[in-house]
Antibody
Framework: QVQLQESGPGLVKPSGTLSLTCAVS?????????WSWVRQSPGKGLEWIGE???????NYNPSLKSRVTISVDKSKNQFSLKLSSVTAADTAVYYC?????????WGQGTLVTVSS | DTVMTQSPDSLAVSLGERATINCKSS????????????LAWYQQKPGQPPKMLIN???TRESGVPDRFSGSGSGTDFTLTISSLQAEDVAVYYC?????????FGQGTKVEIK
C-alpha cells in the first residue's frame, strides 16, 4: 500500500512562494516511477503542475514552468514543490501523486489559499 | 498541448441504468509500436482525491467493480457504467499520458435521476 502525504503552509501571501512537501511511504522514491504534483482550484478541474524523477530530472507544465521547481530528497523519501510569485489564481487543493504513466496513487490533498 | 474534451458535462441516470461518458483528445494518444492507448479514467468524490479506475483505455484497476468499463482508441474514448449504483455518484475525468503536459478532461458529473 503506497501512501503519500502532503504538508506545508495553508496560507501564502500574494507574490510569495508556495512550498509543499510530499512524504512517500510504502514505496521507494528511488524507483522507476516519476512523482508528480497536480492541483485543483475550488470547484474546478485538475491541472498537472509537473513531475520529478529520482535523478532530479523534471517535466513542467509550460503554463507554470517559469514559476515552478520540483525536487526530490532521496534521503527522506519525499519530493517537494515550490511555486513562486503566487496570486489568488493559485489558490487550490494541491495533490501529490505517483506516476506510472497514469497517476496510480494520490495523496489526500492540501488546500493552499493565497491571501494577504 | 493535447486538449481533452468530455461530454456531457453532467448527466443524471436512474439507479440500475447505464451511464456513458465520452472523451475526445485533440490528437491521437495511441502509440503504434505497442498498440497502447495512453488514456486513463478517474473517479472523484467530494473531498477526496481522484481514484484511478481504468488505464490503457480499457484495463480496469484491481478492485474496481466490473460495471465500469472503458473503450475506444486513437482520439475517441468512452467510460461506461453498466448499472449505476448510488456509490457511483461522482465526477469522472479522463486523462492522457501520451505526452507532456499531462492533461485532463474538464470532468463529467454523474448524479442519480
Amino acid at each position: 500500500q503506497v501512501q503519500l502525504q502532503e504538508s506545508g503552509p495553508g496560507l501564502v501571501k500574494p507574490s510569495g512562494t508556495l512550498s509543499l512537501t510530499c512524504a512517500v511511504s510504502g514505496a521507494s522514491i528511488i524507483s522507476s516511477n516519476w512523482w508528480s504534483w497536480v492541483r485543483q482550484s475550488p470547484g474546478k478541474g485538475l491541472e498537472w503542475i509537473g513531475e520529478v524523477y529520482q535523478s532530479g530530472s523534471t517535466n513542467y507544465n509550460p503554463s507554470l514552468k517559469s514559476r515552478v521547481t520540483i525536487s526530490v530528497d532521496k534521503s527522506k523519501n519525499q519530493f517537494s514543490l515550490k511555486l513562486s510569485s503566487v496570486t489568488a489564481a493559485d489558490t487550490a487543493v494541491y495533490y501529490c501523486a505517483r506516476v506510472s504513466g497514469y497517476f496510480d496513487w494520490w495523496g489526500q490533498g492540501t488546500l493552499v489559499t493565497v491571501s494577504s | 498541448d493535447t486538449v481533452m474534451t468530455q461530454s456531457p458535462d453532467s448527466l443524471a441516470v436512474s439507479l440500475g441504468e447505464r451511464a456513458t461518458i465520452n472523451c475526445k483528445s485533440s490528437q491521437s494518444v495511441l502509440y503504434t509500436p505497442n498498440n497502447k492507448n495512453y488514456l486513463a479514467w478517474y473517479q472523484q468524490k467530494p473531498g477526496q482525491p481522484p481514484k484511478m479506475l481504468i488505464n490503457w483505455a480499457s484495463t480496469r484497476e484491481s478492485g474496481v467493480p466490473d460495471r465500469f468499463s472503458g473503450s475506444g482508441s486513437g482520439t475517441d474514448f468512452t467510460l461506461t457504467i453498466s448499472s449505476l449504483q448510488a456509490e457511483d455518484v461522482a465526477v469522472y475525468y479522463c486523462q492522457q499520458y501520451y505526452n507532456t503536459p499531462r492533461t485532463f478532461g474538464q470532468g463529467t458529473k454523474v448524479e442519480i435521476k
